[in-house]
């Protein structure tokens, strides 16, 4: 997509991938498989690949003098336009490896970030999206551009950058506040909004980005949410209401995919959009089980809720994709590894009512029933379960606590289910007439 709009022909790149630390040769090769995805995703043709292991890395250029000079020999001779480093660098590494290179140098934030800028549709994503980009130029000032010819654009070139690396840090300072403030009016509009939609449970699809969750959206839906073969093809929060049951309607949210090593601005300034996802009543944690690095994938998604402190809510494993799948055996060690898991395909309507049956009865397993004698001379007792809890029966009776002596006196005997994050406060609330019992009077 990038590439047409860019015109004539494709950037070509080299990729750079180092073995270090924890590090495997397996592990380097997926990410840069990865690294390609995203690489394609903004518009760029893959044309090498290097790899060193390094016990140490380099202070002033990340890899190696011999490596630096193996890929400058191959931009050389290739007709390079573009490294992409596989691994963030610093502001020296990237300076120094670009004065040698004599080429436009990338890390993998900020090829993820010029995939949300070339994404970025609505006013809320295009500002989440410039605030993460400035804060990332603002540690990076001291780029020497000048071999560049900065204004043709292209890959790492697009949104603010092009302007505002040539504004000195003040000013860039001064834009970072007024987006700042922006987004908490967003923020505000938003938790507005949320109230407005109380009553409803909410449910949000999670997961690695291409994973399916908006085909999933879709198909529970059935509306038309943008989805597509692509790496982040979304970036703002939609949210529709589903019928799950006869009787149940939620609220279902599609938001940004996770992927390795997100940059960590990009998570804060989604905080708005993502805030979705950590007030949700249950996760549908959505997997591409077709991807070989599936596994790998899940680990991802689970440290990014982690970092987005999501880890307490109900999750629902949804492996998507089944119709592609080939491997058999990856099927049964999944449903034995994941005995509550959903197995569908979101694109061929496959499992779906499976999903709403789990999203029905997760959403039960997190509520209580309780049953109470409330005398009516408590009634803020009475609006406080209501505002929390979903009565069931109201039903008026006379009731006394055990003593005969006592005149009964008339109470609402309430059956109601209460959230377990509410549940507490309710306990403490109707503790004083857990005495009571129902009383038939003489006539
Ligand atoms: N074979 C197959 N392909 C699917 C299925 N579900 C989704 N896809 C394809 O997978 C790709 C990604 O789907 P999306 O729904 O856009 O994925 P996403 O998780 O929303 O991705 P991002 O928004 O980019 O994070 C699309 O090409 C879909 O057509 C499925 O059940 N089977
Ligand atoms: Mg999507």
């Not at 020999?73 to 004599?102: A, M, Y």
């Not at 840090?169 to 009016?185: E, F, S, V």
């Not at 938790?191 to 085909?215: D, E, H, I, M």
């Not at 799948?325 to 499976?354: C, H, P, W």
């Amino acid at each position: 997509m990038n590439a047409v709009t860019r015109g004539t022909r494709l950037e070509k790149a080299v990729l750079v991938g180092v073995i270090h630390g924890d590090a495997t040769r397996a592990s380097v090769d997926d990410s840069l498989n990865e690294l390609e995805m995203l690489a394609d995703t903004a518009g760029a043709e893959i044309v090498d690949r290097v790899v060193q292991s390094l016990a140490k890395i380099h202070v002033a250029t990340y890899i190696g003098k011999g490596k630096v000079q193996e890929i400058k020999e191959i931009v050389g001779s290739k007709e390079i336009d573009l490294v992409i480093f596989d691994d963030d660098l610093t502001t020296v590494q990237i300076r120094n490896l670009e004065r040698t290179l004599k080429c436009k140098l990338l890390d993998r934030s900020a090829l993820i970030l010029d995939i949300f800028a070339a994404n970025a549709k609505t006013a809320t994503s295009k500002t989440q999206v410039e605030l993460a980009q400035l804060e990332y130029l603002r540690t990076r000032l001291t780029r020497q551009w000048t071999h560049l010819s900065r204004q043709k654009g292209g890959i790492g070139f697009k949104g603010p950058g092009e302007t505002q690396i040539e504004t000195d840090r003040r000013l860039i300072g001064t834009r970072i506040a007024t987006l700042r403030k922006r987004l908490i009016k967003i923020d505000n509009q938003r938790t507005t909004q949320r109230k407005g939609r109380k009553g409803y449970k909410r449910v949000s699809l999670v997961g690695y980005t291409n994973a399916g969750k908006s085909t999933l959206m879709n198909a529970l839906a059935e509306t038309d949410v943008w989805a597509e073969d692509r790496l982040f093809a979304t970036l703002d929060a939609t949210t529709r209401q589903v019928k799950v049951a006869s009787n149940k309607t939620i609220l279902l949210s599609d938001t940004v995919g996770f992927i390795r090593k997100l940059p960590h601005r990009l998570i804060e300034s989604f905080k708005s959009t993502l805030d979705e996802v950590r007030e949700s009543d249950v996760l549908l944690h959505v997997v591409d089980m077709t991807h070989h690095c599936f596994r790998d994938h899940i680990v991802v998604v689970k440290r990014t809720l982690e970092e987005l402190g999501a880890t307490d809510i109900p999750m629902i494993y949804v492996f998507n994709k089944v119709d592609a799948l080939k491997d058999a055996t990856v099927l049964n060690e999944l449903r034995a590894d994941y005995e509550e898991a959903a197995f569908i395909s979101a694109q061929r309507g496959i499992g779906m009512q499976e999903v709403r049956d789990k999203i029905v009865s997760t959403l039960e397993a997190t509520f209580s029933q309780l049953e109470v004698l409330i005398p009516v001379t408590e009634p803020k007792t009475m609006s406080r379960i209501r505002q929390m809890a979903e009565v069931i029966s109201e039903e008026y009776v006379y009731a006394r606590n055990g003593s005969e002596e006592v005149e009964p006196f008339l109470a609402a005997h309430l059956v109601f289910k209460i959230g377990d994050e509410n549940k507490n406060e309710i306990l403490s609330l109707i503790r004083p007439f857990g005495e009571y019992i129902t009383v038939e009077l003489a006539e």
